[in-house]
Every structure is written in C-alpha cells, then in structure tokens.
C-alpha cells in the first residue's frame, strides 16, 4: 500500500462527503494520463455509495490543477498518431462524461490557480467555491488546440457570449473576482479562511436528505444532459483533428522550446 503523499487522487467519505483531492503539488497537480482513470472511478464510487450525499473536488498546496501534465506528450506513440489521438479523444470524451453522468451534487473547491480541462470541467459543477488567489486560464488557442469539457456550451451560457469567446478563443486570463462576476465562480473566499469557510459549508450542505437533493440535482441537469454528451462528443472529434494538425503540432514545440527557457 503506498501511502498518501504517494497518491495521486485521494479519495476519502466522511459525514457524508465524498472528497476527491488532486495530490501531486510538487507538479502543481498536473494531471497524468493515470489520474484521468483514477478521478472517474473516485466518482463512480461515490455514486455507487449510498452514506454519501455530496462529492467535493479540491487540490493539495498551492494550485487547483495545471491541467495535463507536459510528460502526458511525451507519452504518444509517434509511430500510430491517428490511433494515439484517437485512444486520448477517446479518454477524454469519458472523463468529461463522468462528470455529465454524476447524479449527486458535484462542488468544486478551487483552492489556486486552475489551468485547462480542471477548468472547462467548472461548467459542469453545481457549485464552485474559489479562493481568493484563484485564477482560472485555458490556453488553447495557444496550443493550437480547442476548447473542451463542454465548455463550448456551458460557458456562453454561463458568462455570456463576449466573455466566454474572449476566455476560450483568445486564452483571456480571470481572476477569481472576474470569474464570479460572470458567474463561473458562485462564490469567492478569503485564501486564510478558504478551507474552513467551504468545509463548514458542505457538511451543512450534506446534512440535507440525500433523495430529495439528488432528485433536485437530476430534475435540473437531465433536460440537457443528452446536449452536453452530443456536445463532448463533437468537442473530441474537432481535438481529434486539431491534435493532428501542424499547427498545433508546431505550437506544442513551440511552448516546449519556451519552457525549457
């Protein structure tokens, strides 16, 4: 058994709180190939145990998440690139729809900065606390890349259009004000008090009757629950074809390049 500071994704069910923690802070919580598998097994599993009423998705130090770690590239088999994009659409698209499928109350606990996929995931949250010292940037553009986790449909919805196309096509930086301004974010909280602030929150939260609150949760989320699957669908298949262009092939060397700067 290895212990905590090893794992990747801690997973842990208390007073009916199902707590998913992202624990690589020495990598800013990038997220490996690995823990794309590990986060969605954490979820079934509080969607198959009945003690839990909420589930709660956090970081350990200082960032919520980096997104993808840079070591997930390194991965590709360059021999078959179509079968490689193909098997990371399909990753992808699985990941994104456990989030859809989740039936419970799904709270985001942005502990510091959130980079990519942890962000377009945001949408797909029914609360998102953030600290202060939060920030919140998807740079696809930048990588040649294109939005994902929905967010192609979530987030106009959410902050508007002008500001979902100045976040998600231009790689537009928020900080957590900004983003509860335009309603990403529900609420923002002092960093010193952050963890005690959200914790006394969700275990009044979690007190509620677990049926009537997963039913309120269904009610809301099924009328368009086959759009966002459609929607993650269609998402992966332009990645798919984004990830074998030269641009993005050429944008990826060049952060490489700069970040060995």
């Given at each position: 058994?290895?212990?905590?500071a090893?794992r ?14 992202l ?22 599993a509080?969607e198959?145990n ?11 130090g ?30 992808l ?10 039936p ?14 942890v962000v377009t ?11 202060d ?19 192609s ?9 002008a ?8 790689g ?19 960093d ?5 602030v ?13 049926n ?13 629950k ?5 929607v993650?669908?269609a ?12 641009e ?10 700069k970040?060995?700067?």
């Amino acid at each position: 058994m290895s212990s905590n500071a090893e794992r990747s994704i801690l997973y842990r069910v208390e007073n009916g709180v199902a707590t998913i923690t992202l624990n690589r802070p020495k990598r800013k919580n990038a997220l490996t190939l690995e823990m794309y598998n590990e986060i969605q097994d954490a979820l079934k599993a509080a969607e198959q145990n009945d003690d839990v009423t909420i589930a709660v998705i956090t970081g350990t130090g200082d960032y919520y998440s980096s997104g993808n770690d840079l070591g997930n590239f390194m991965k590709v088999d360059t021999t078959n690139i179509e079968e490689a994009t193909k098997q990371s659409s399909t990753r992808l698209e699985r990941f994104v729809n456990a989030f859809i499928d989740f039936p419970k109350p799904l709270i985001a606990a942005v502990n510091g900065p959130a980079i990519g996929i942890v962000v377009t995931t945001l949408g797909l949250m029914d609360i998102v606390y953030a600290s202060d010292r939060a920030t919140f940037h998807t740079p696809f553009a930048a990588l040649g890349q294109s939005p994902e986790g929905c967010s192609s449909y979530t987030f106009p919805k959410i902050m508007g259009t002008a500001k979902a196309n100045e976040f998600l096509l231009f790689g537009k930086k928020m900080t957590a004000q900004e983003a509860f301004a335009c309603g990403l974010v529900t609420e923002v909280i002092p960093d010193s008090h952050f963890i005690d602030v959200v914790d006394k929150k969700i275990k009044e939260y979690a007190k509620l009757p677990r049926n009537a609150v997963q039913s309120a949760k269904n009610l809301i989320r099924n009328g368009e629950k086959e759009h966002l699957h459609r929607v993650n669908r269609a998402e992966c298949d332009l990645l798919t074809e984004r990830w074998t262009s030269e641009e993005c092939t050429q944008a990826i060397m060049n952060f490489f390049s700069k970040s060995k700067l």
